[in-house]
């Protein structure tokens, strides 16, 4: 590949990855649909010489992983821990379904592994299916360990709308000081 098209595509790739749309801007190049478990994504691919290059900030979105560019290093640097989310209701028994419009206590309990970067913040968010989000609790991480687990205060809520509620798990990178979504769960009403 020549020189200038090096120049062009590492051009392209710094601003898809800044969240730009230069991406579409390359004349004469096809577009590659990019799907995600299923489901198409909005920014779509491309394809230079046999070469696919694939829009990495909606993918990292879509894998929920952490990333971040490394300006001094001109690298972006992903990172997918491995994080599992279990509900306990009040009497500390795991549970997915609840019946809509009645009370429910419960607490979430989250555990990482596999974490290779440093992170200040986890949060926990509850989505409800018109997409209504409340927060059911945030901690500070102060220890830097790639494992440890984590378990929210009880939280209640009354499940008032039919159909499914998204718990997610957020962690912030020091580096970034973004929040990223890493892992999500989702409540079922009955």
């Known amino acids: 590949m020549g020189k200038m098209k090096k120049k062009v595509l590492a051009a392209v790739c710094i601003t898809v990855i800044s969240g730009g749309t230069m991406l579409y801007a390359a004349p004469g190049k096809p577009d590659?649909?990019?799907?995600?478990?299923?489901?198409l994504q909005k920014q779509a691919g491309l394809s230079v010489d046999g070469e696919t290059y694939l829009p990495a900030q909606q993918l990292v979105g879509g894998l929920q992983a952490l990333m971040f560019w490394d300006e001094s290093a001109k690298a972006v640097?992903?990172?997918?821990?491995?994080?599992?989310?279990?509900?306990?209701?009040?009497?500390?028994?795991?549970?997915?379904?609840?019946r809509s419009g009645v009370s429910n206590k419960f607490s979430v309990l989250v555990q990482v592994d596999s974490l290779k970067t440093d992170i200040s913040d986890l949060k926990?968010?509850?989505?409800?299916?018109?997409?209504?989000?409340?927060?059911?609790?945030?901690?500070?991480?102060?220890?830097?360990k790639d494992s440890f687990w984590f378990k929210s205060a009880e939280f209640s809520s009354t499940f008032s709308a039919k159909g499914n509620y998204k718990i997610q798990v957020y962690l912030k990178d020091t580096t970034s000081k973004e929040w990223a979504v890493v892992s999500e769960i989702q409540i079922s009403t009955i």
């Open 77 to 98: 640097r992903v990172y997918k821990p491995n994080v599992n989310i279990a509900l306990l209701d009040d009497q500390g028994k795991i549970f997915g379904k609840v």
């Open 124 to 144: 926990i968010i509850i989505s409800d299916p018109e997409g209504k989000t409340e927060n059911i609790d945030a901690a500070s991480v102060k220890d830097k």
């Open 32 to 39: 590659i649909a990019v799907y995600l478990n299923n489901v």
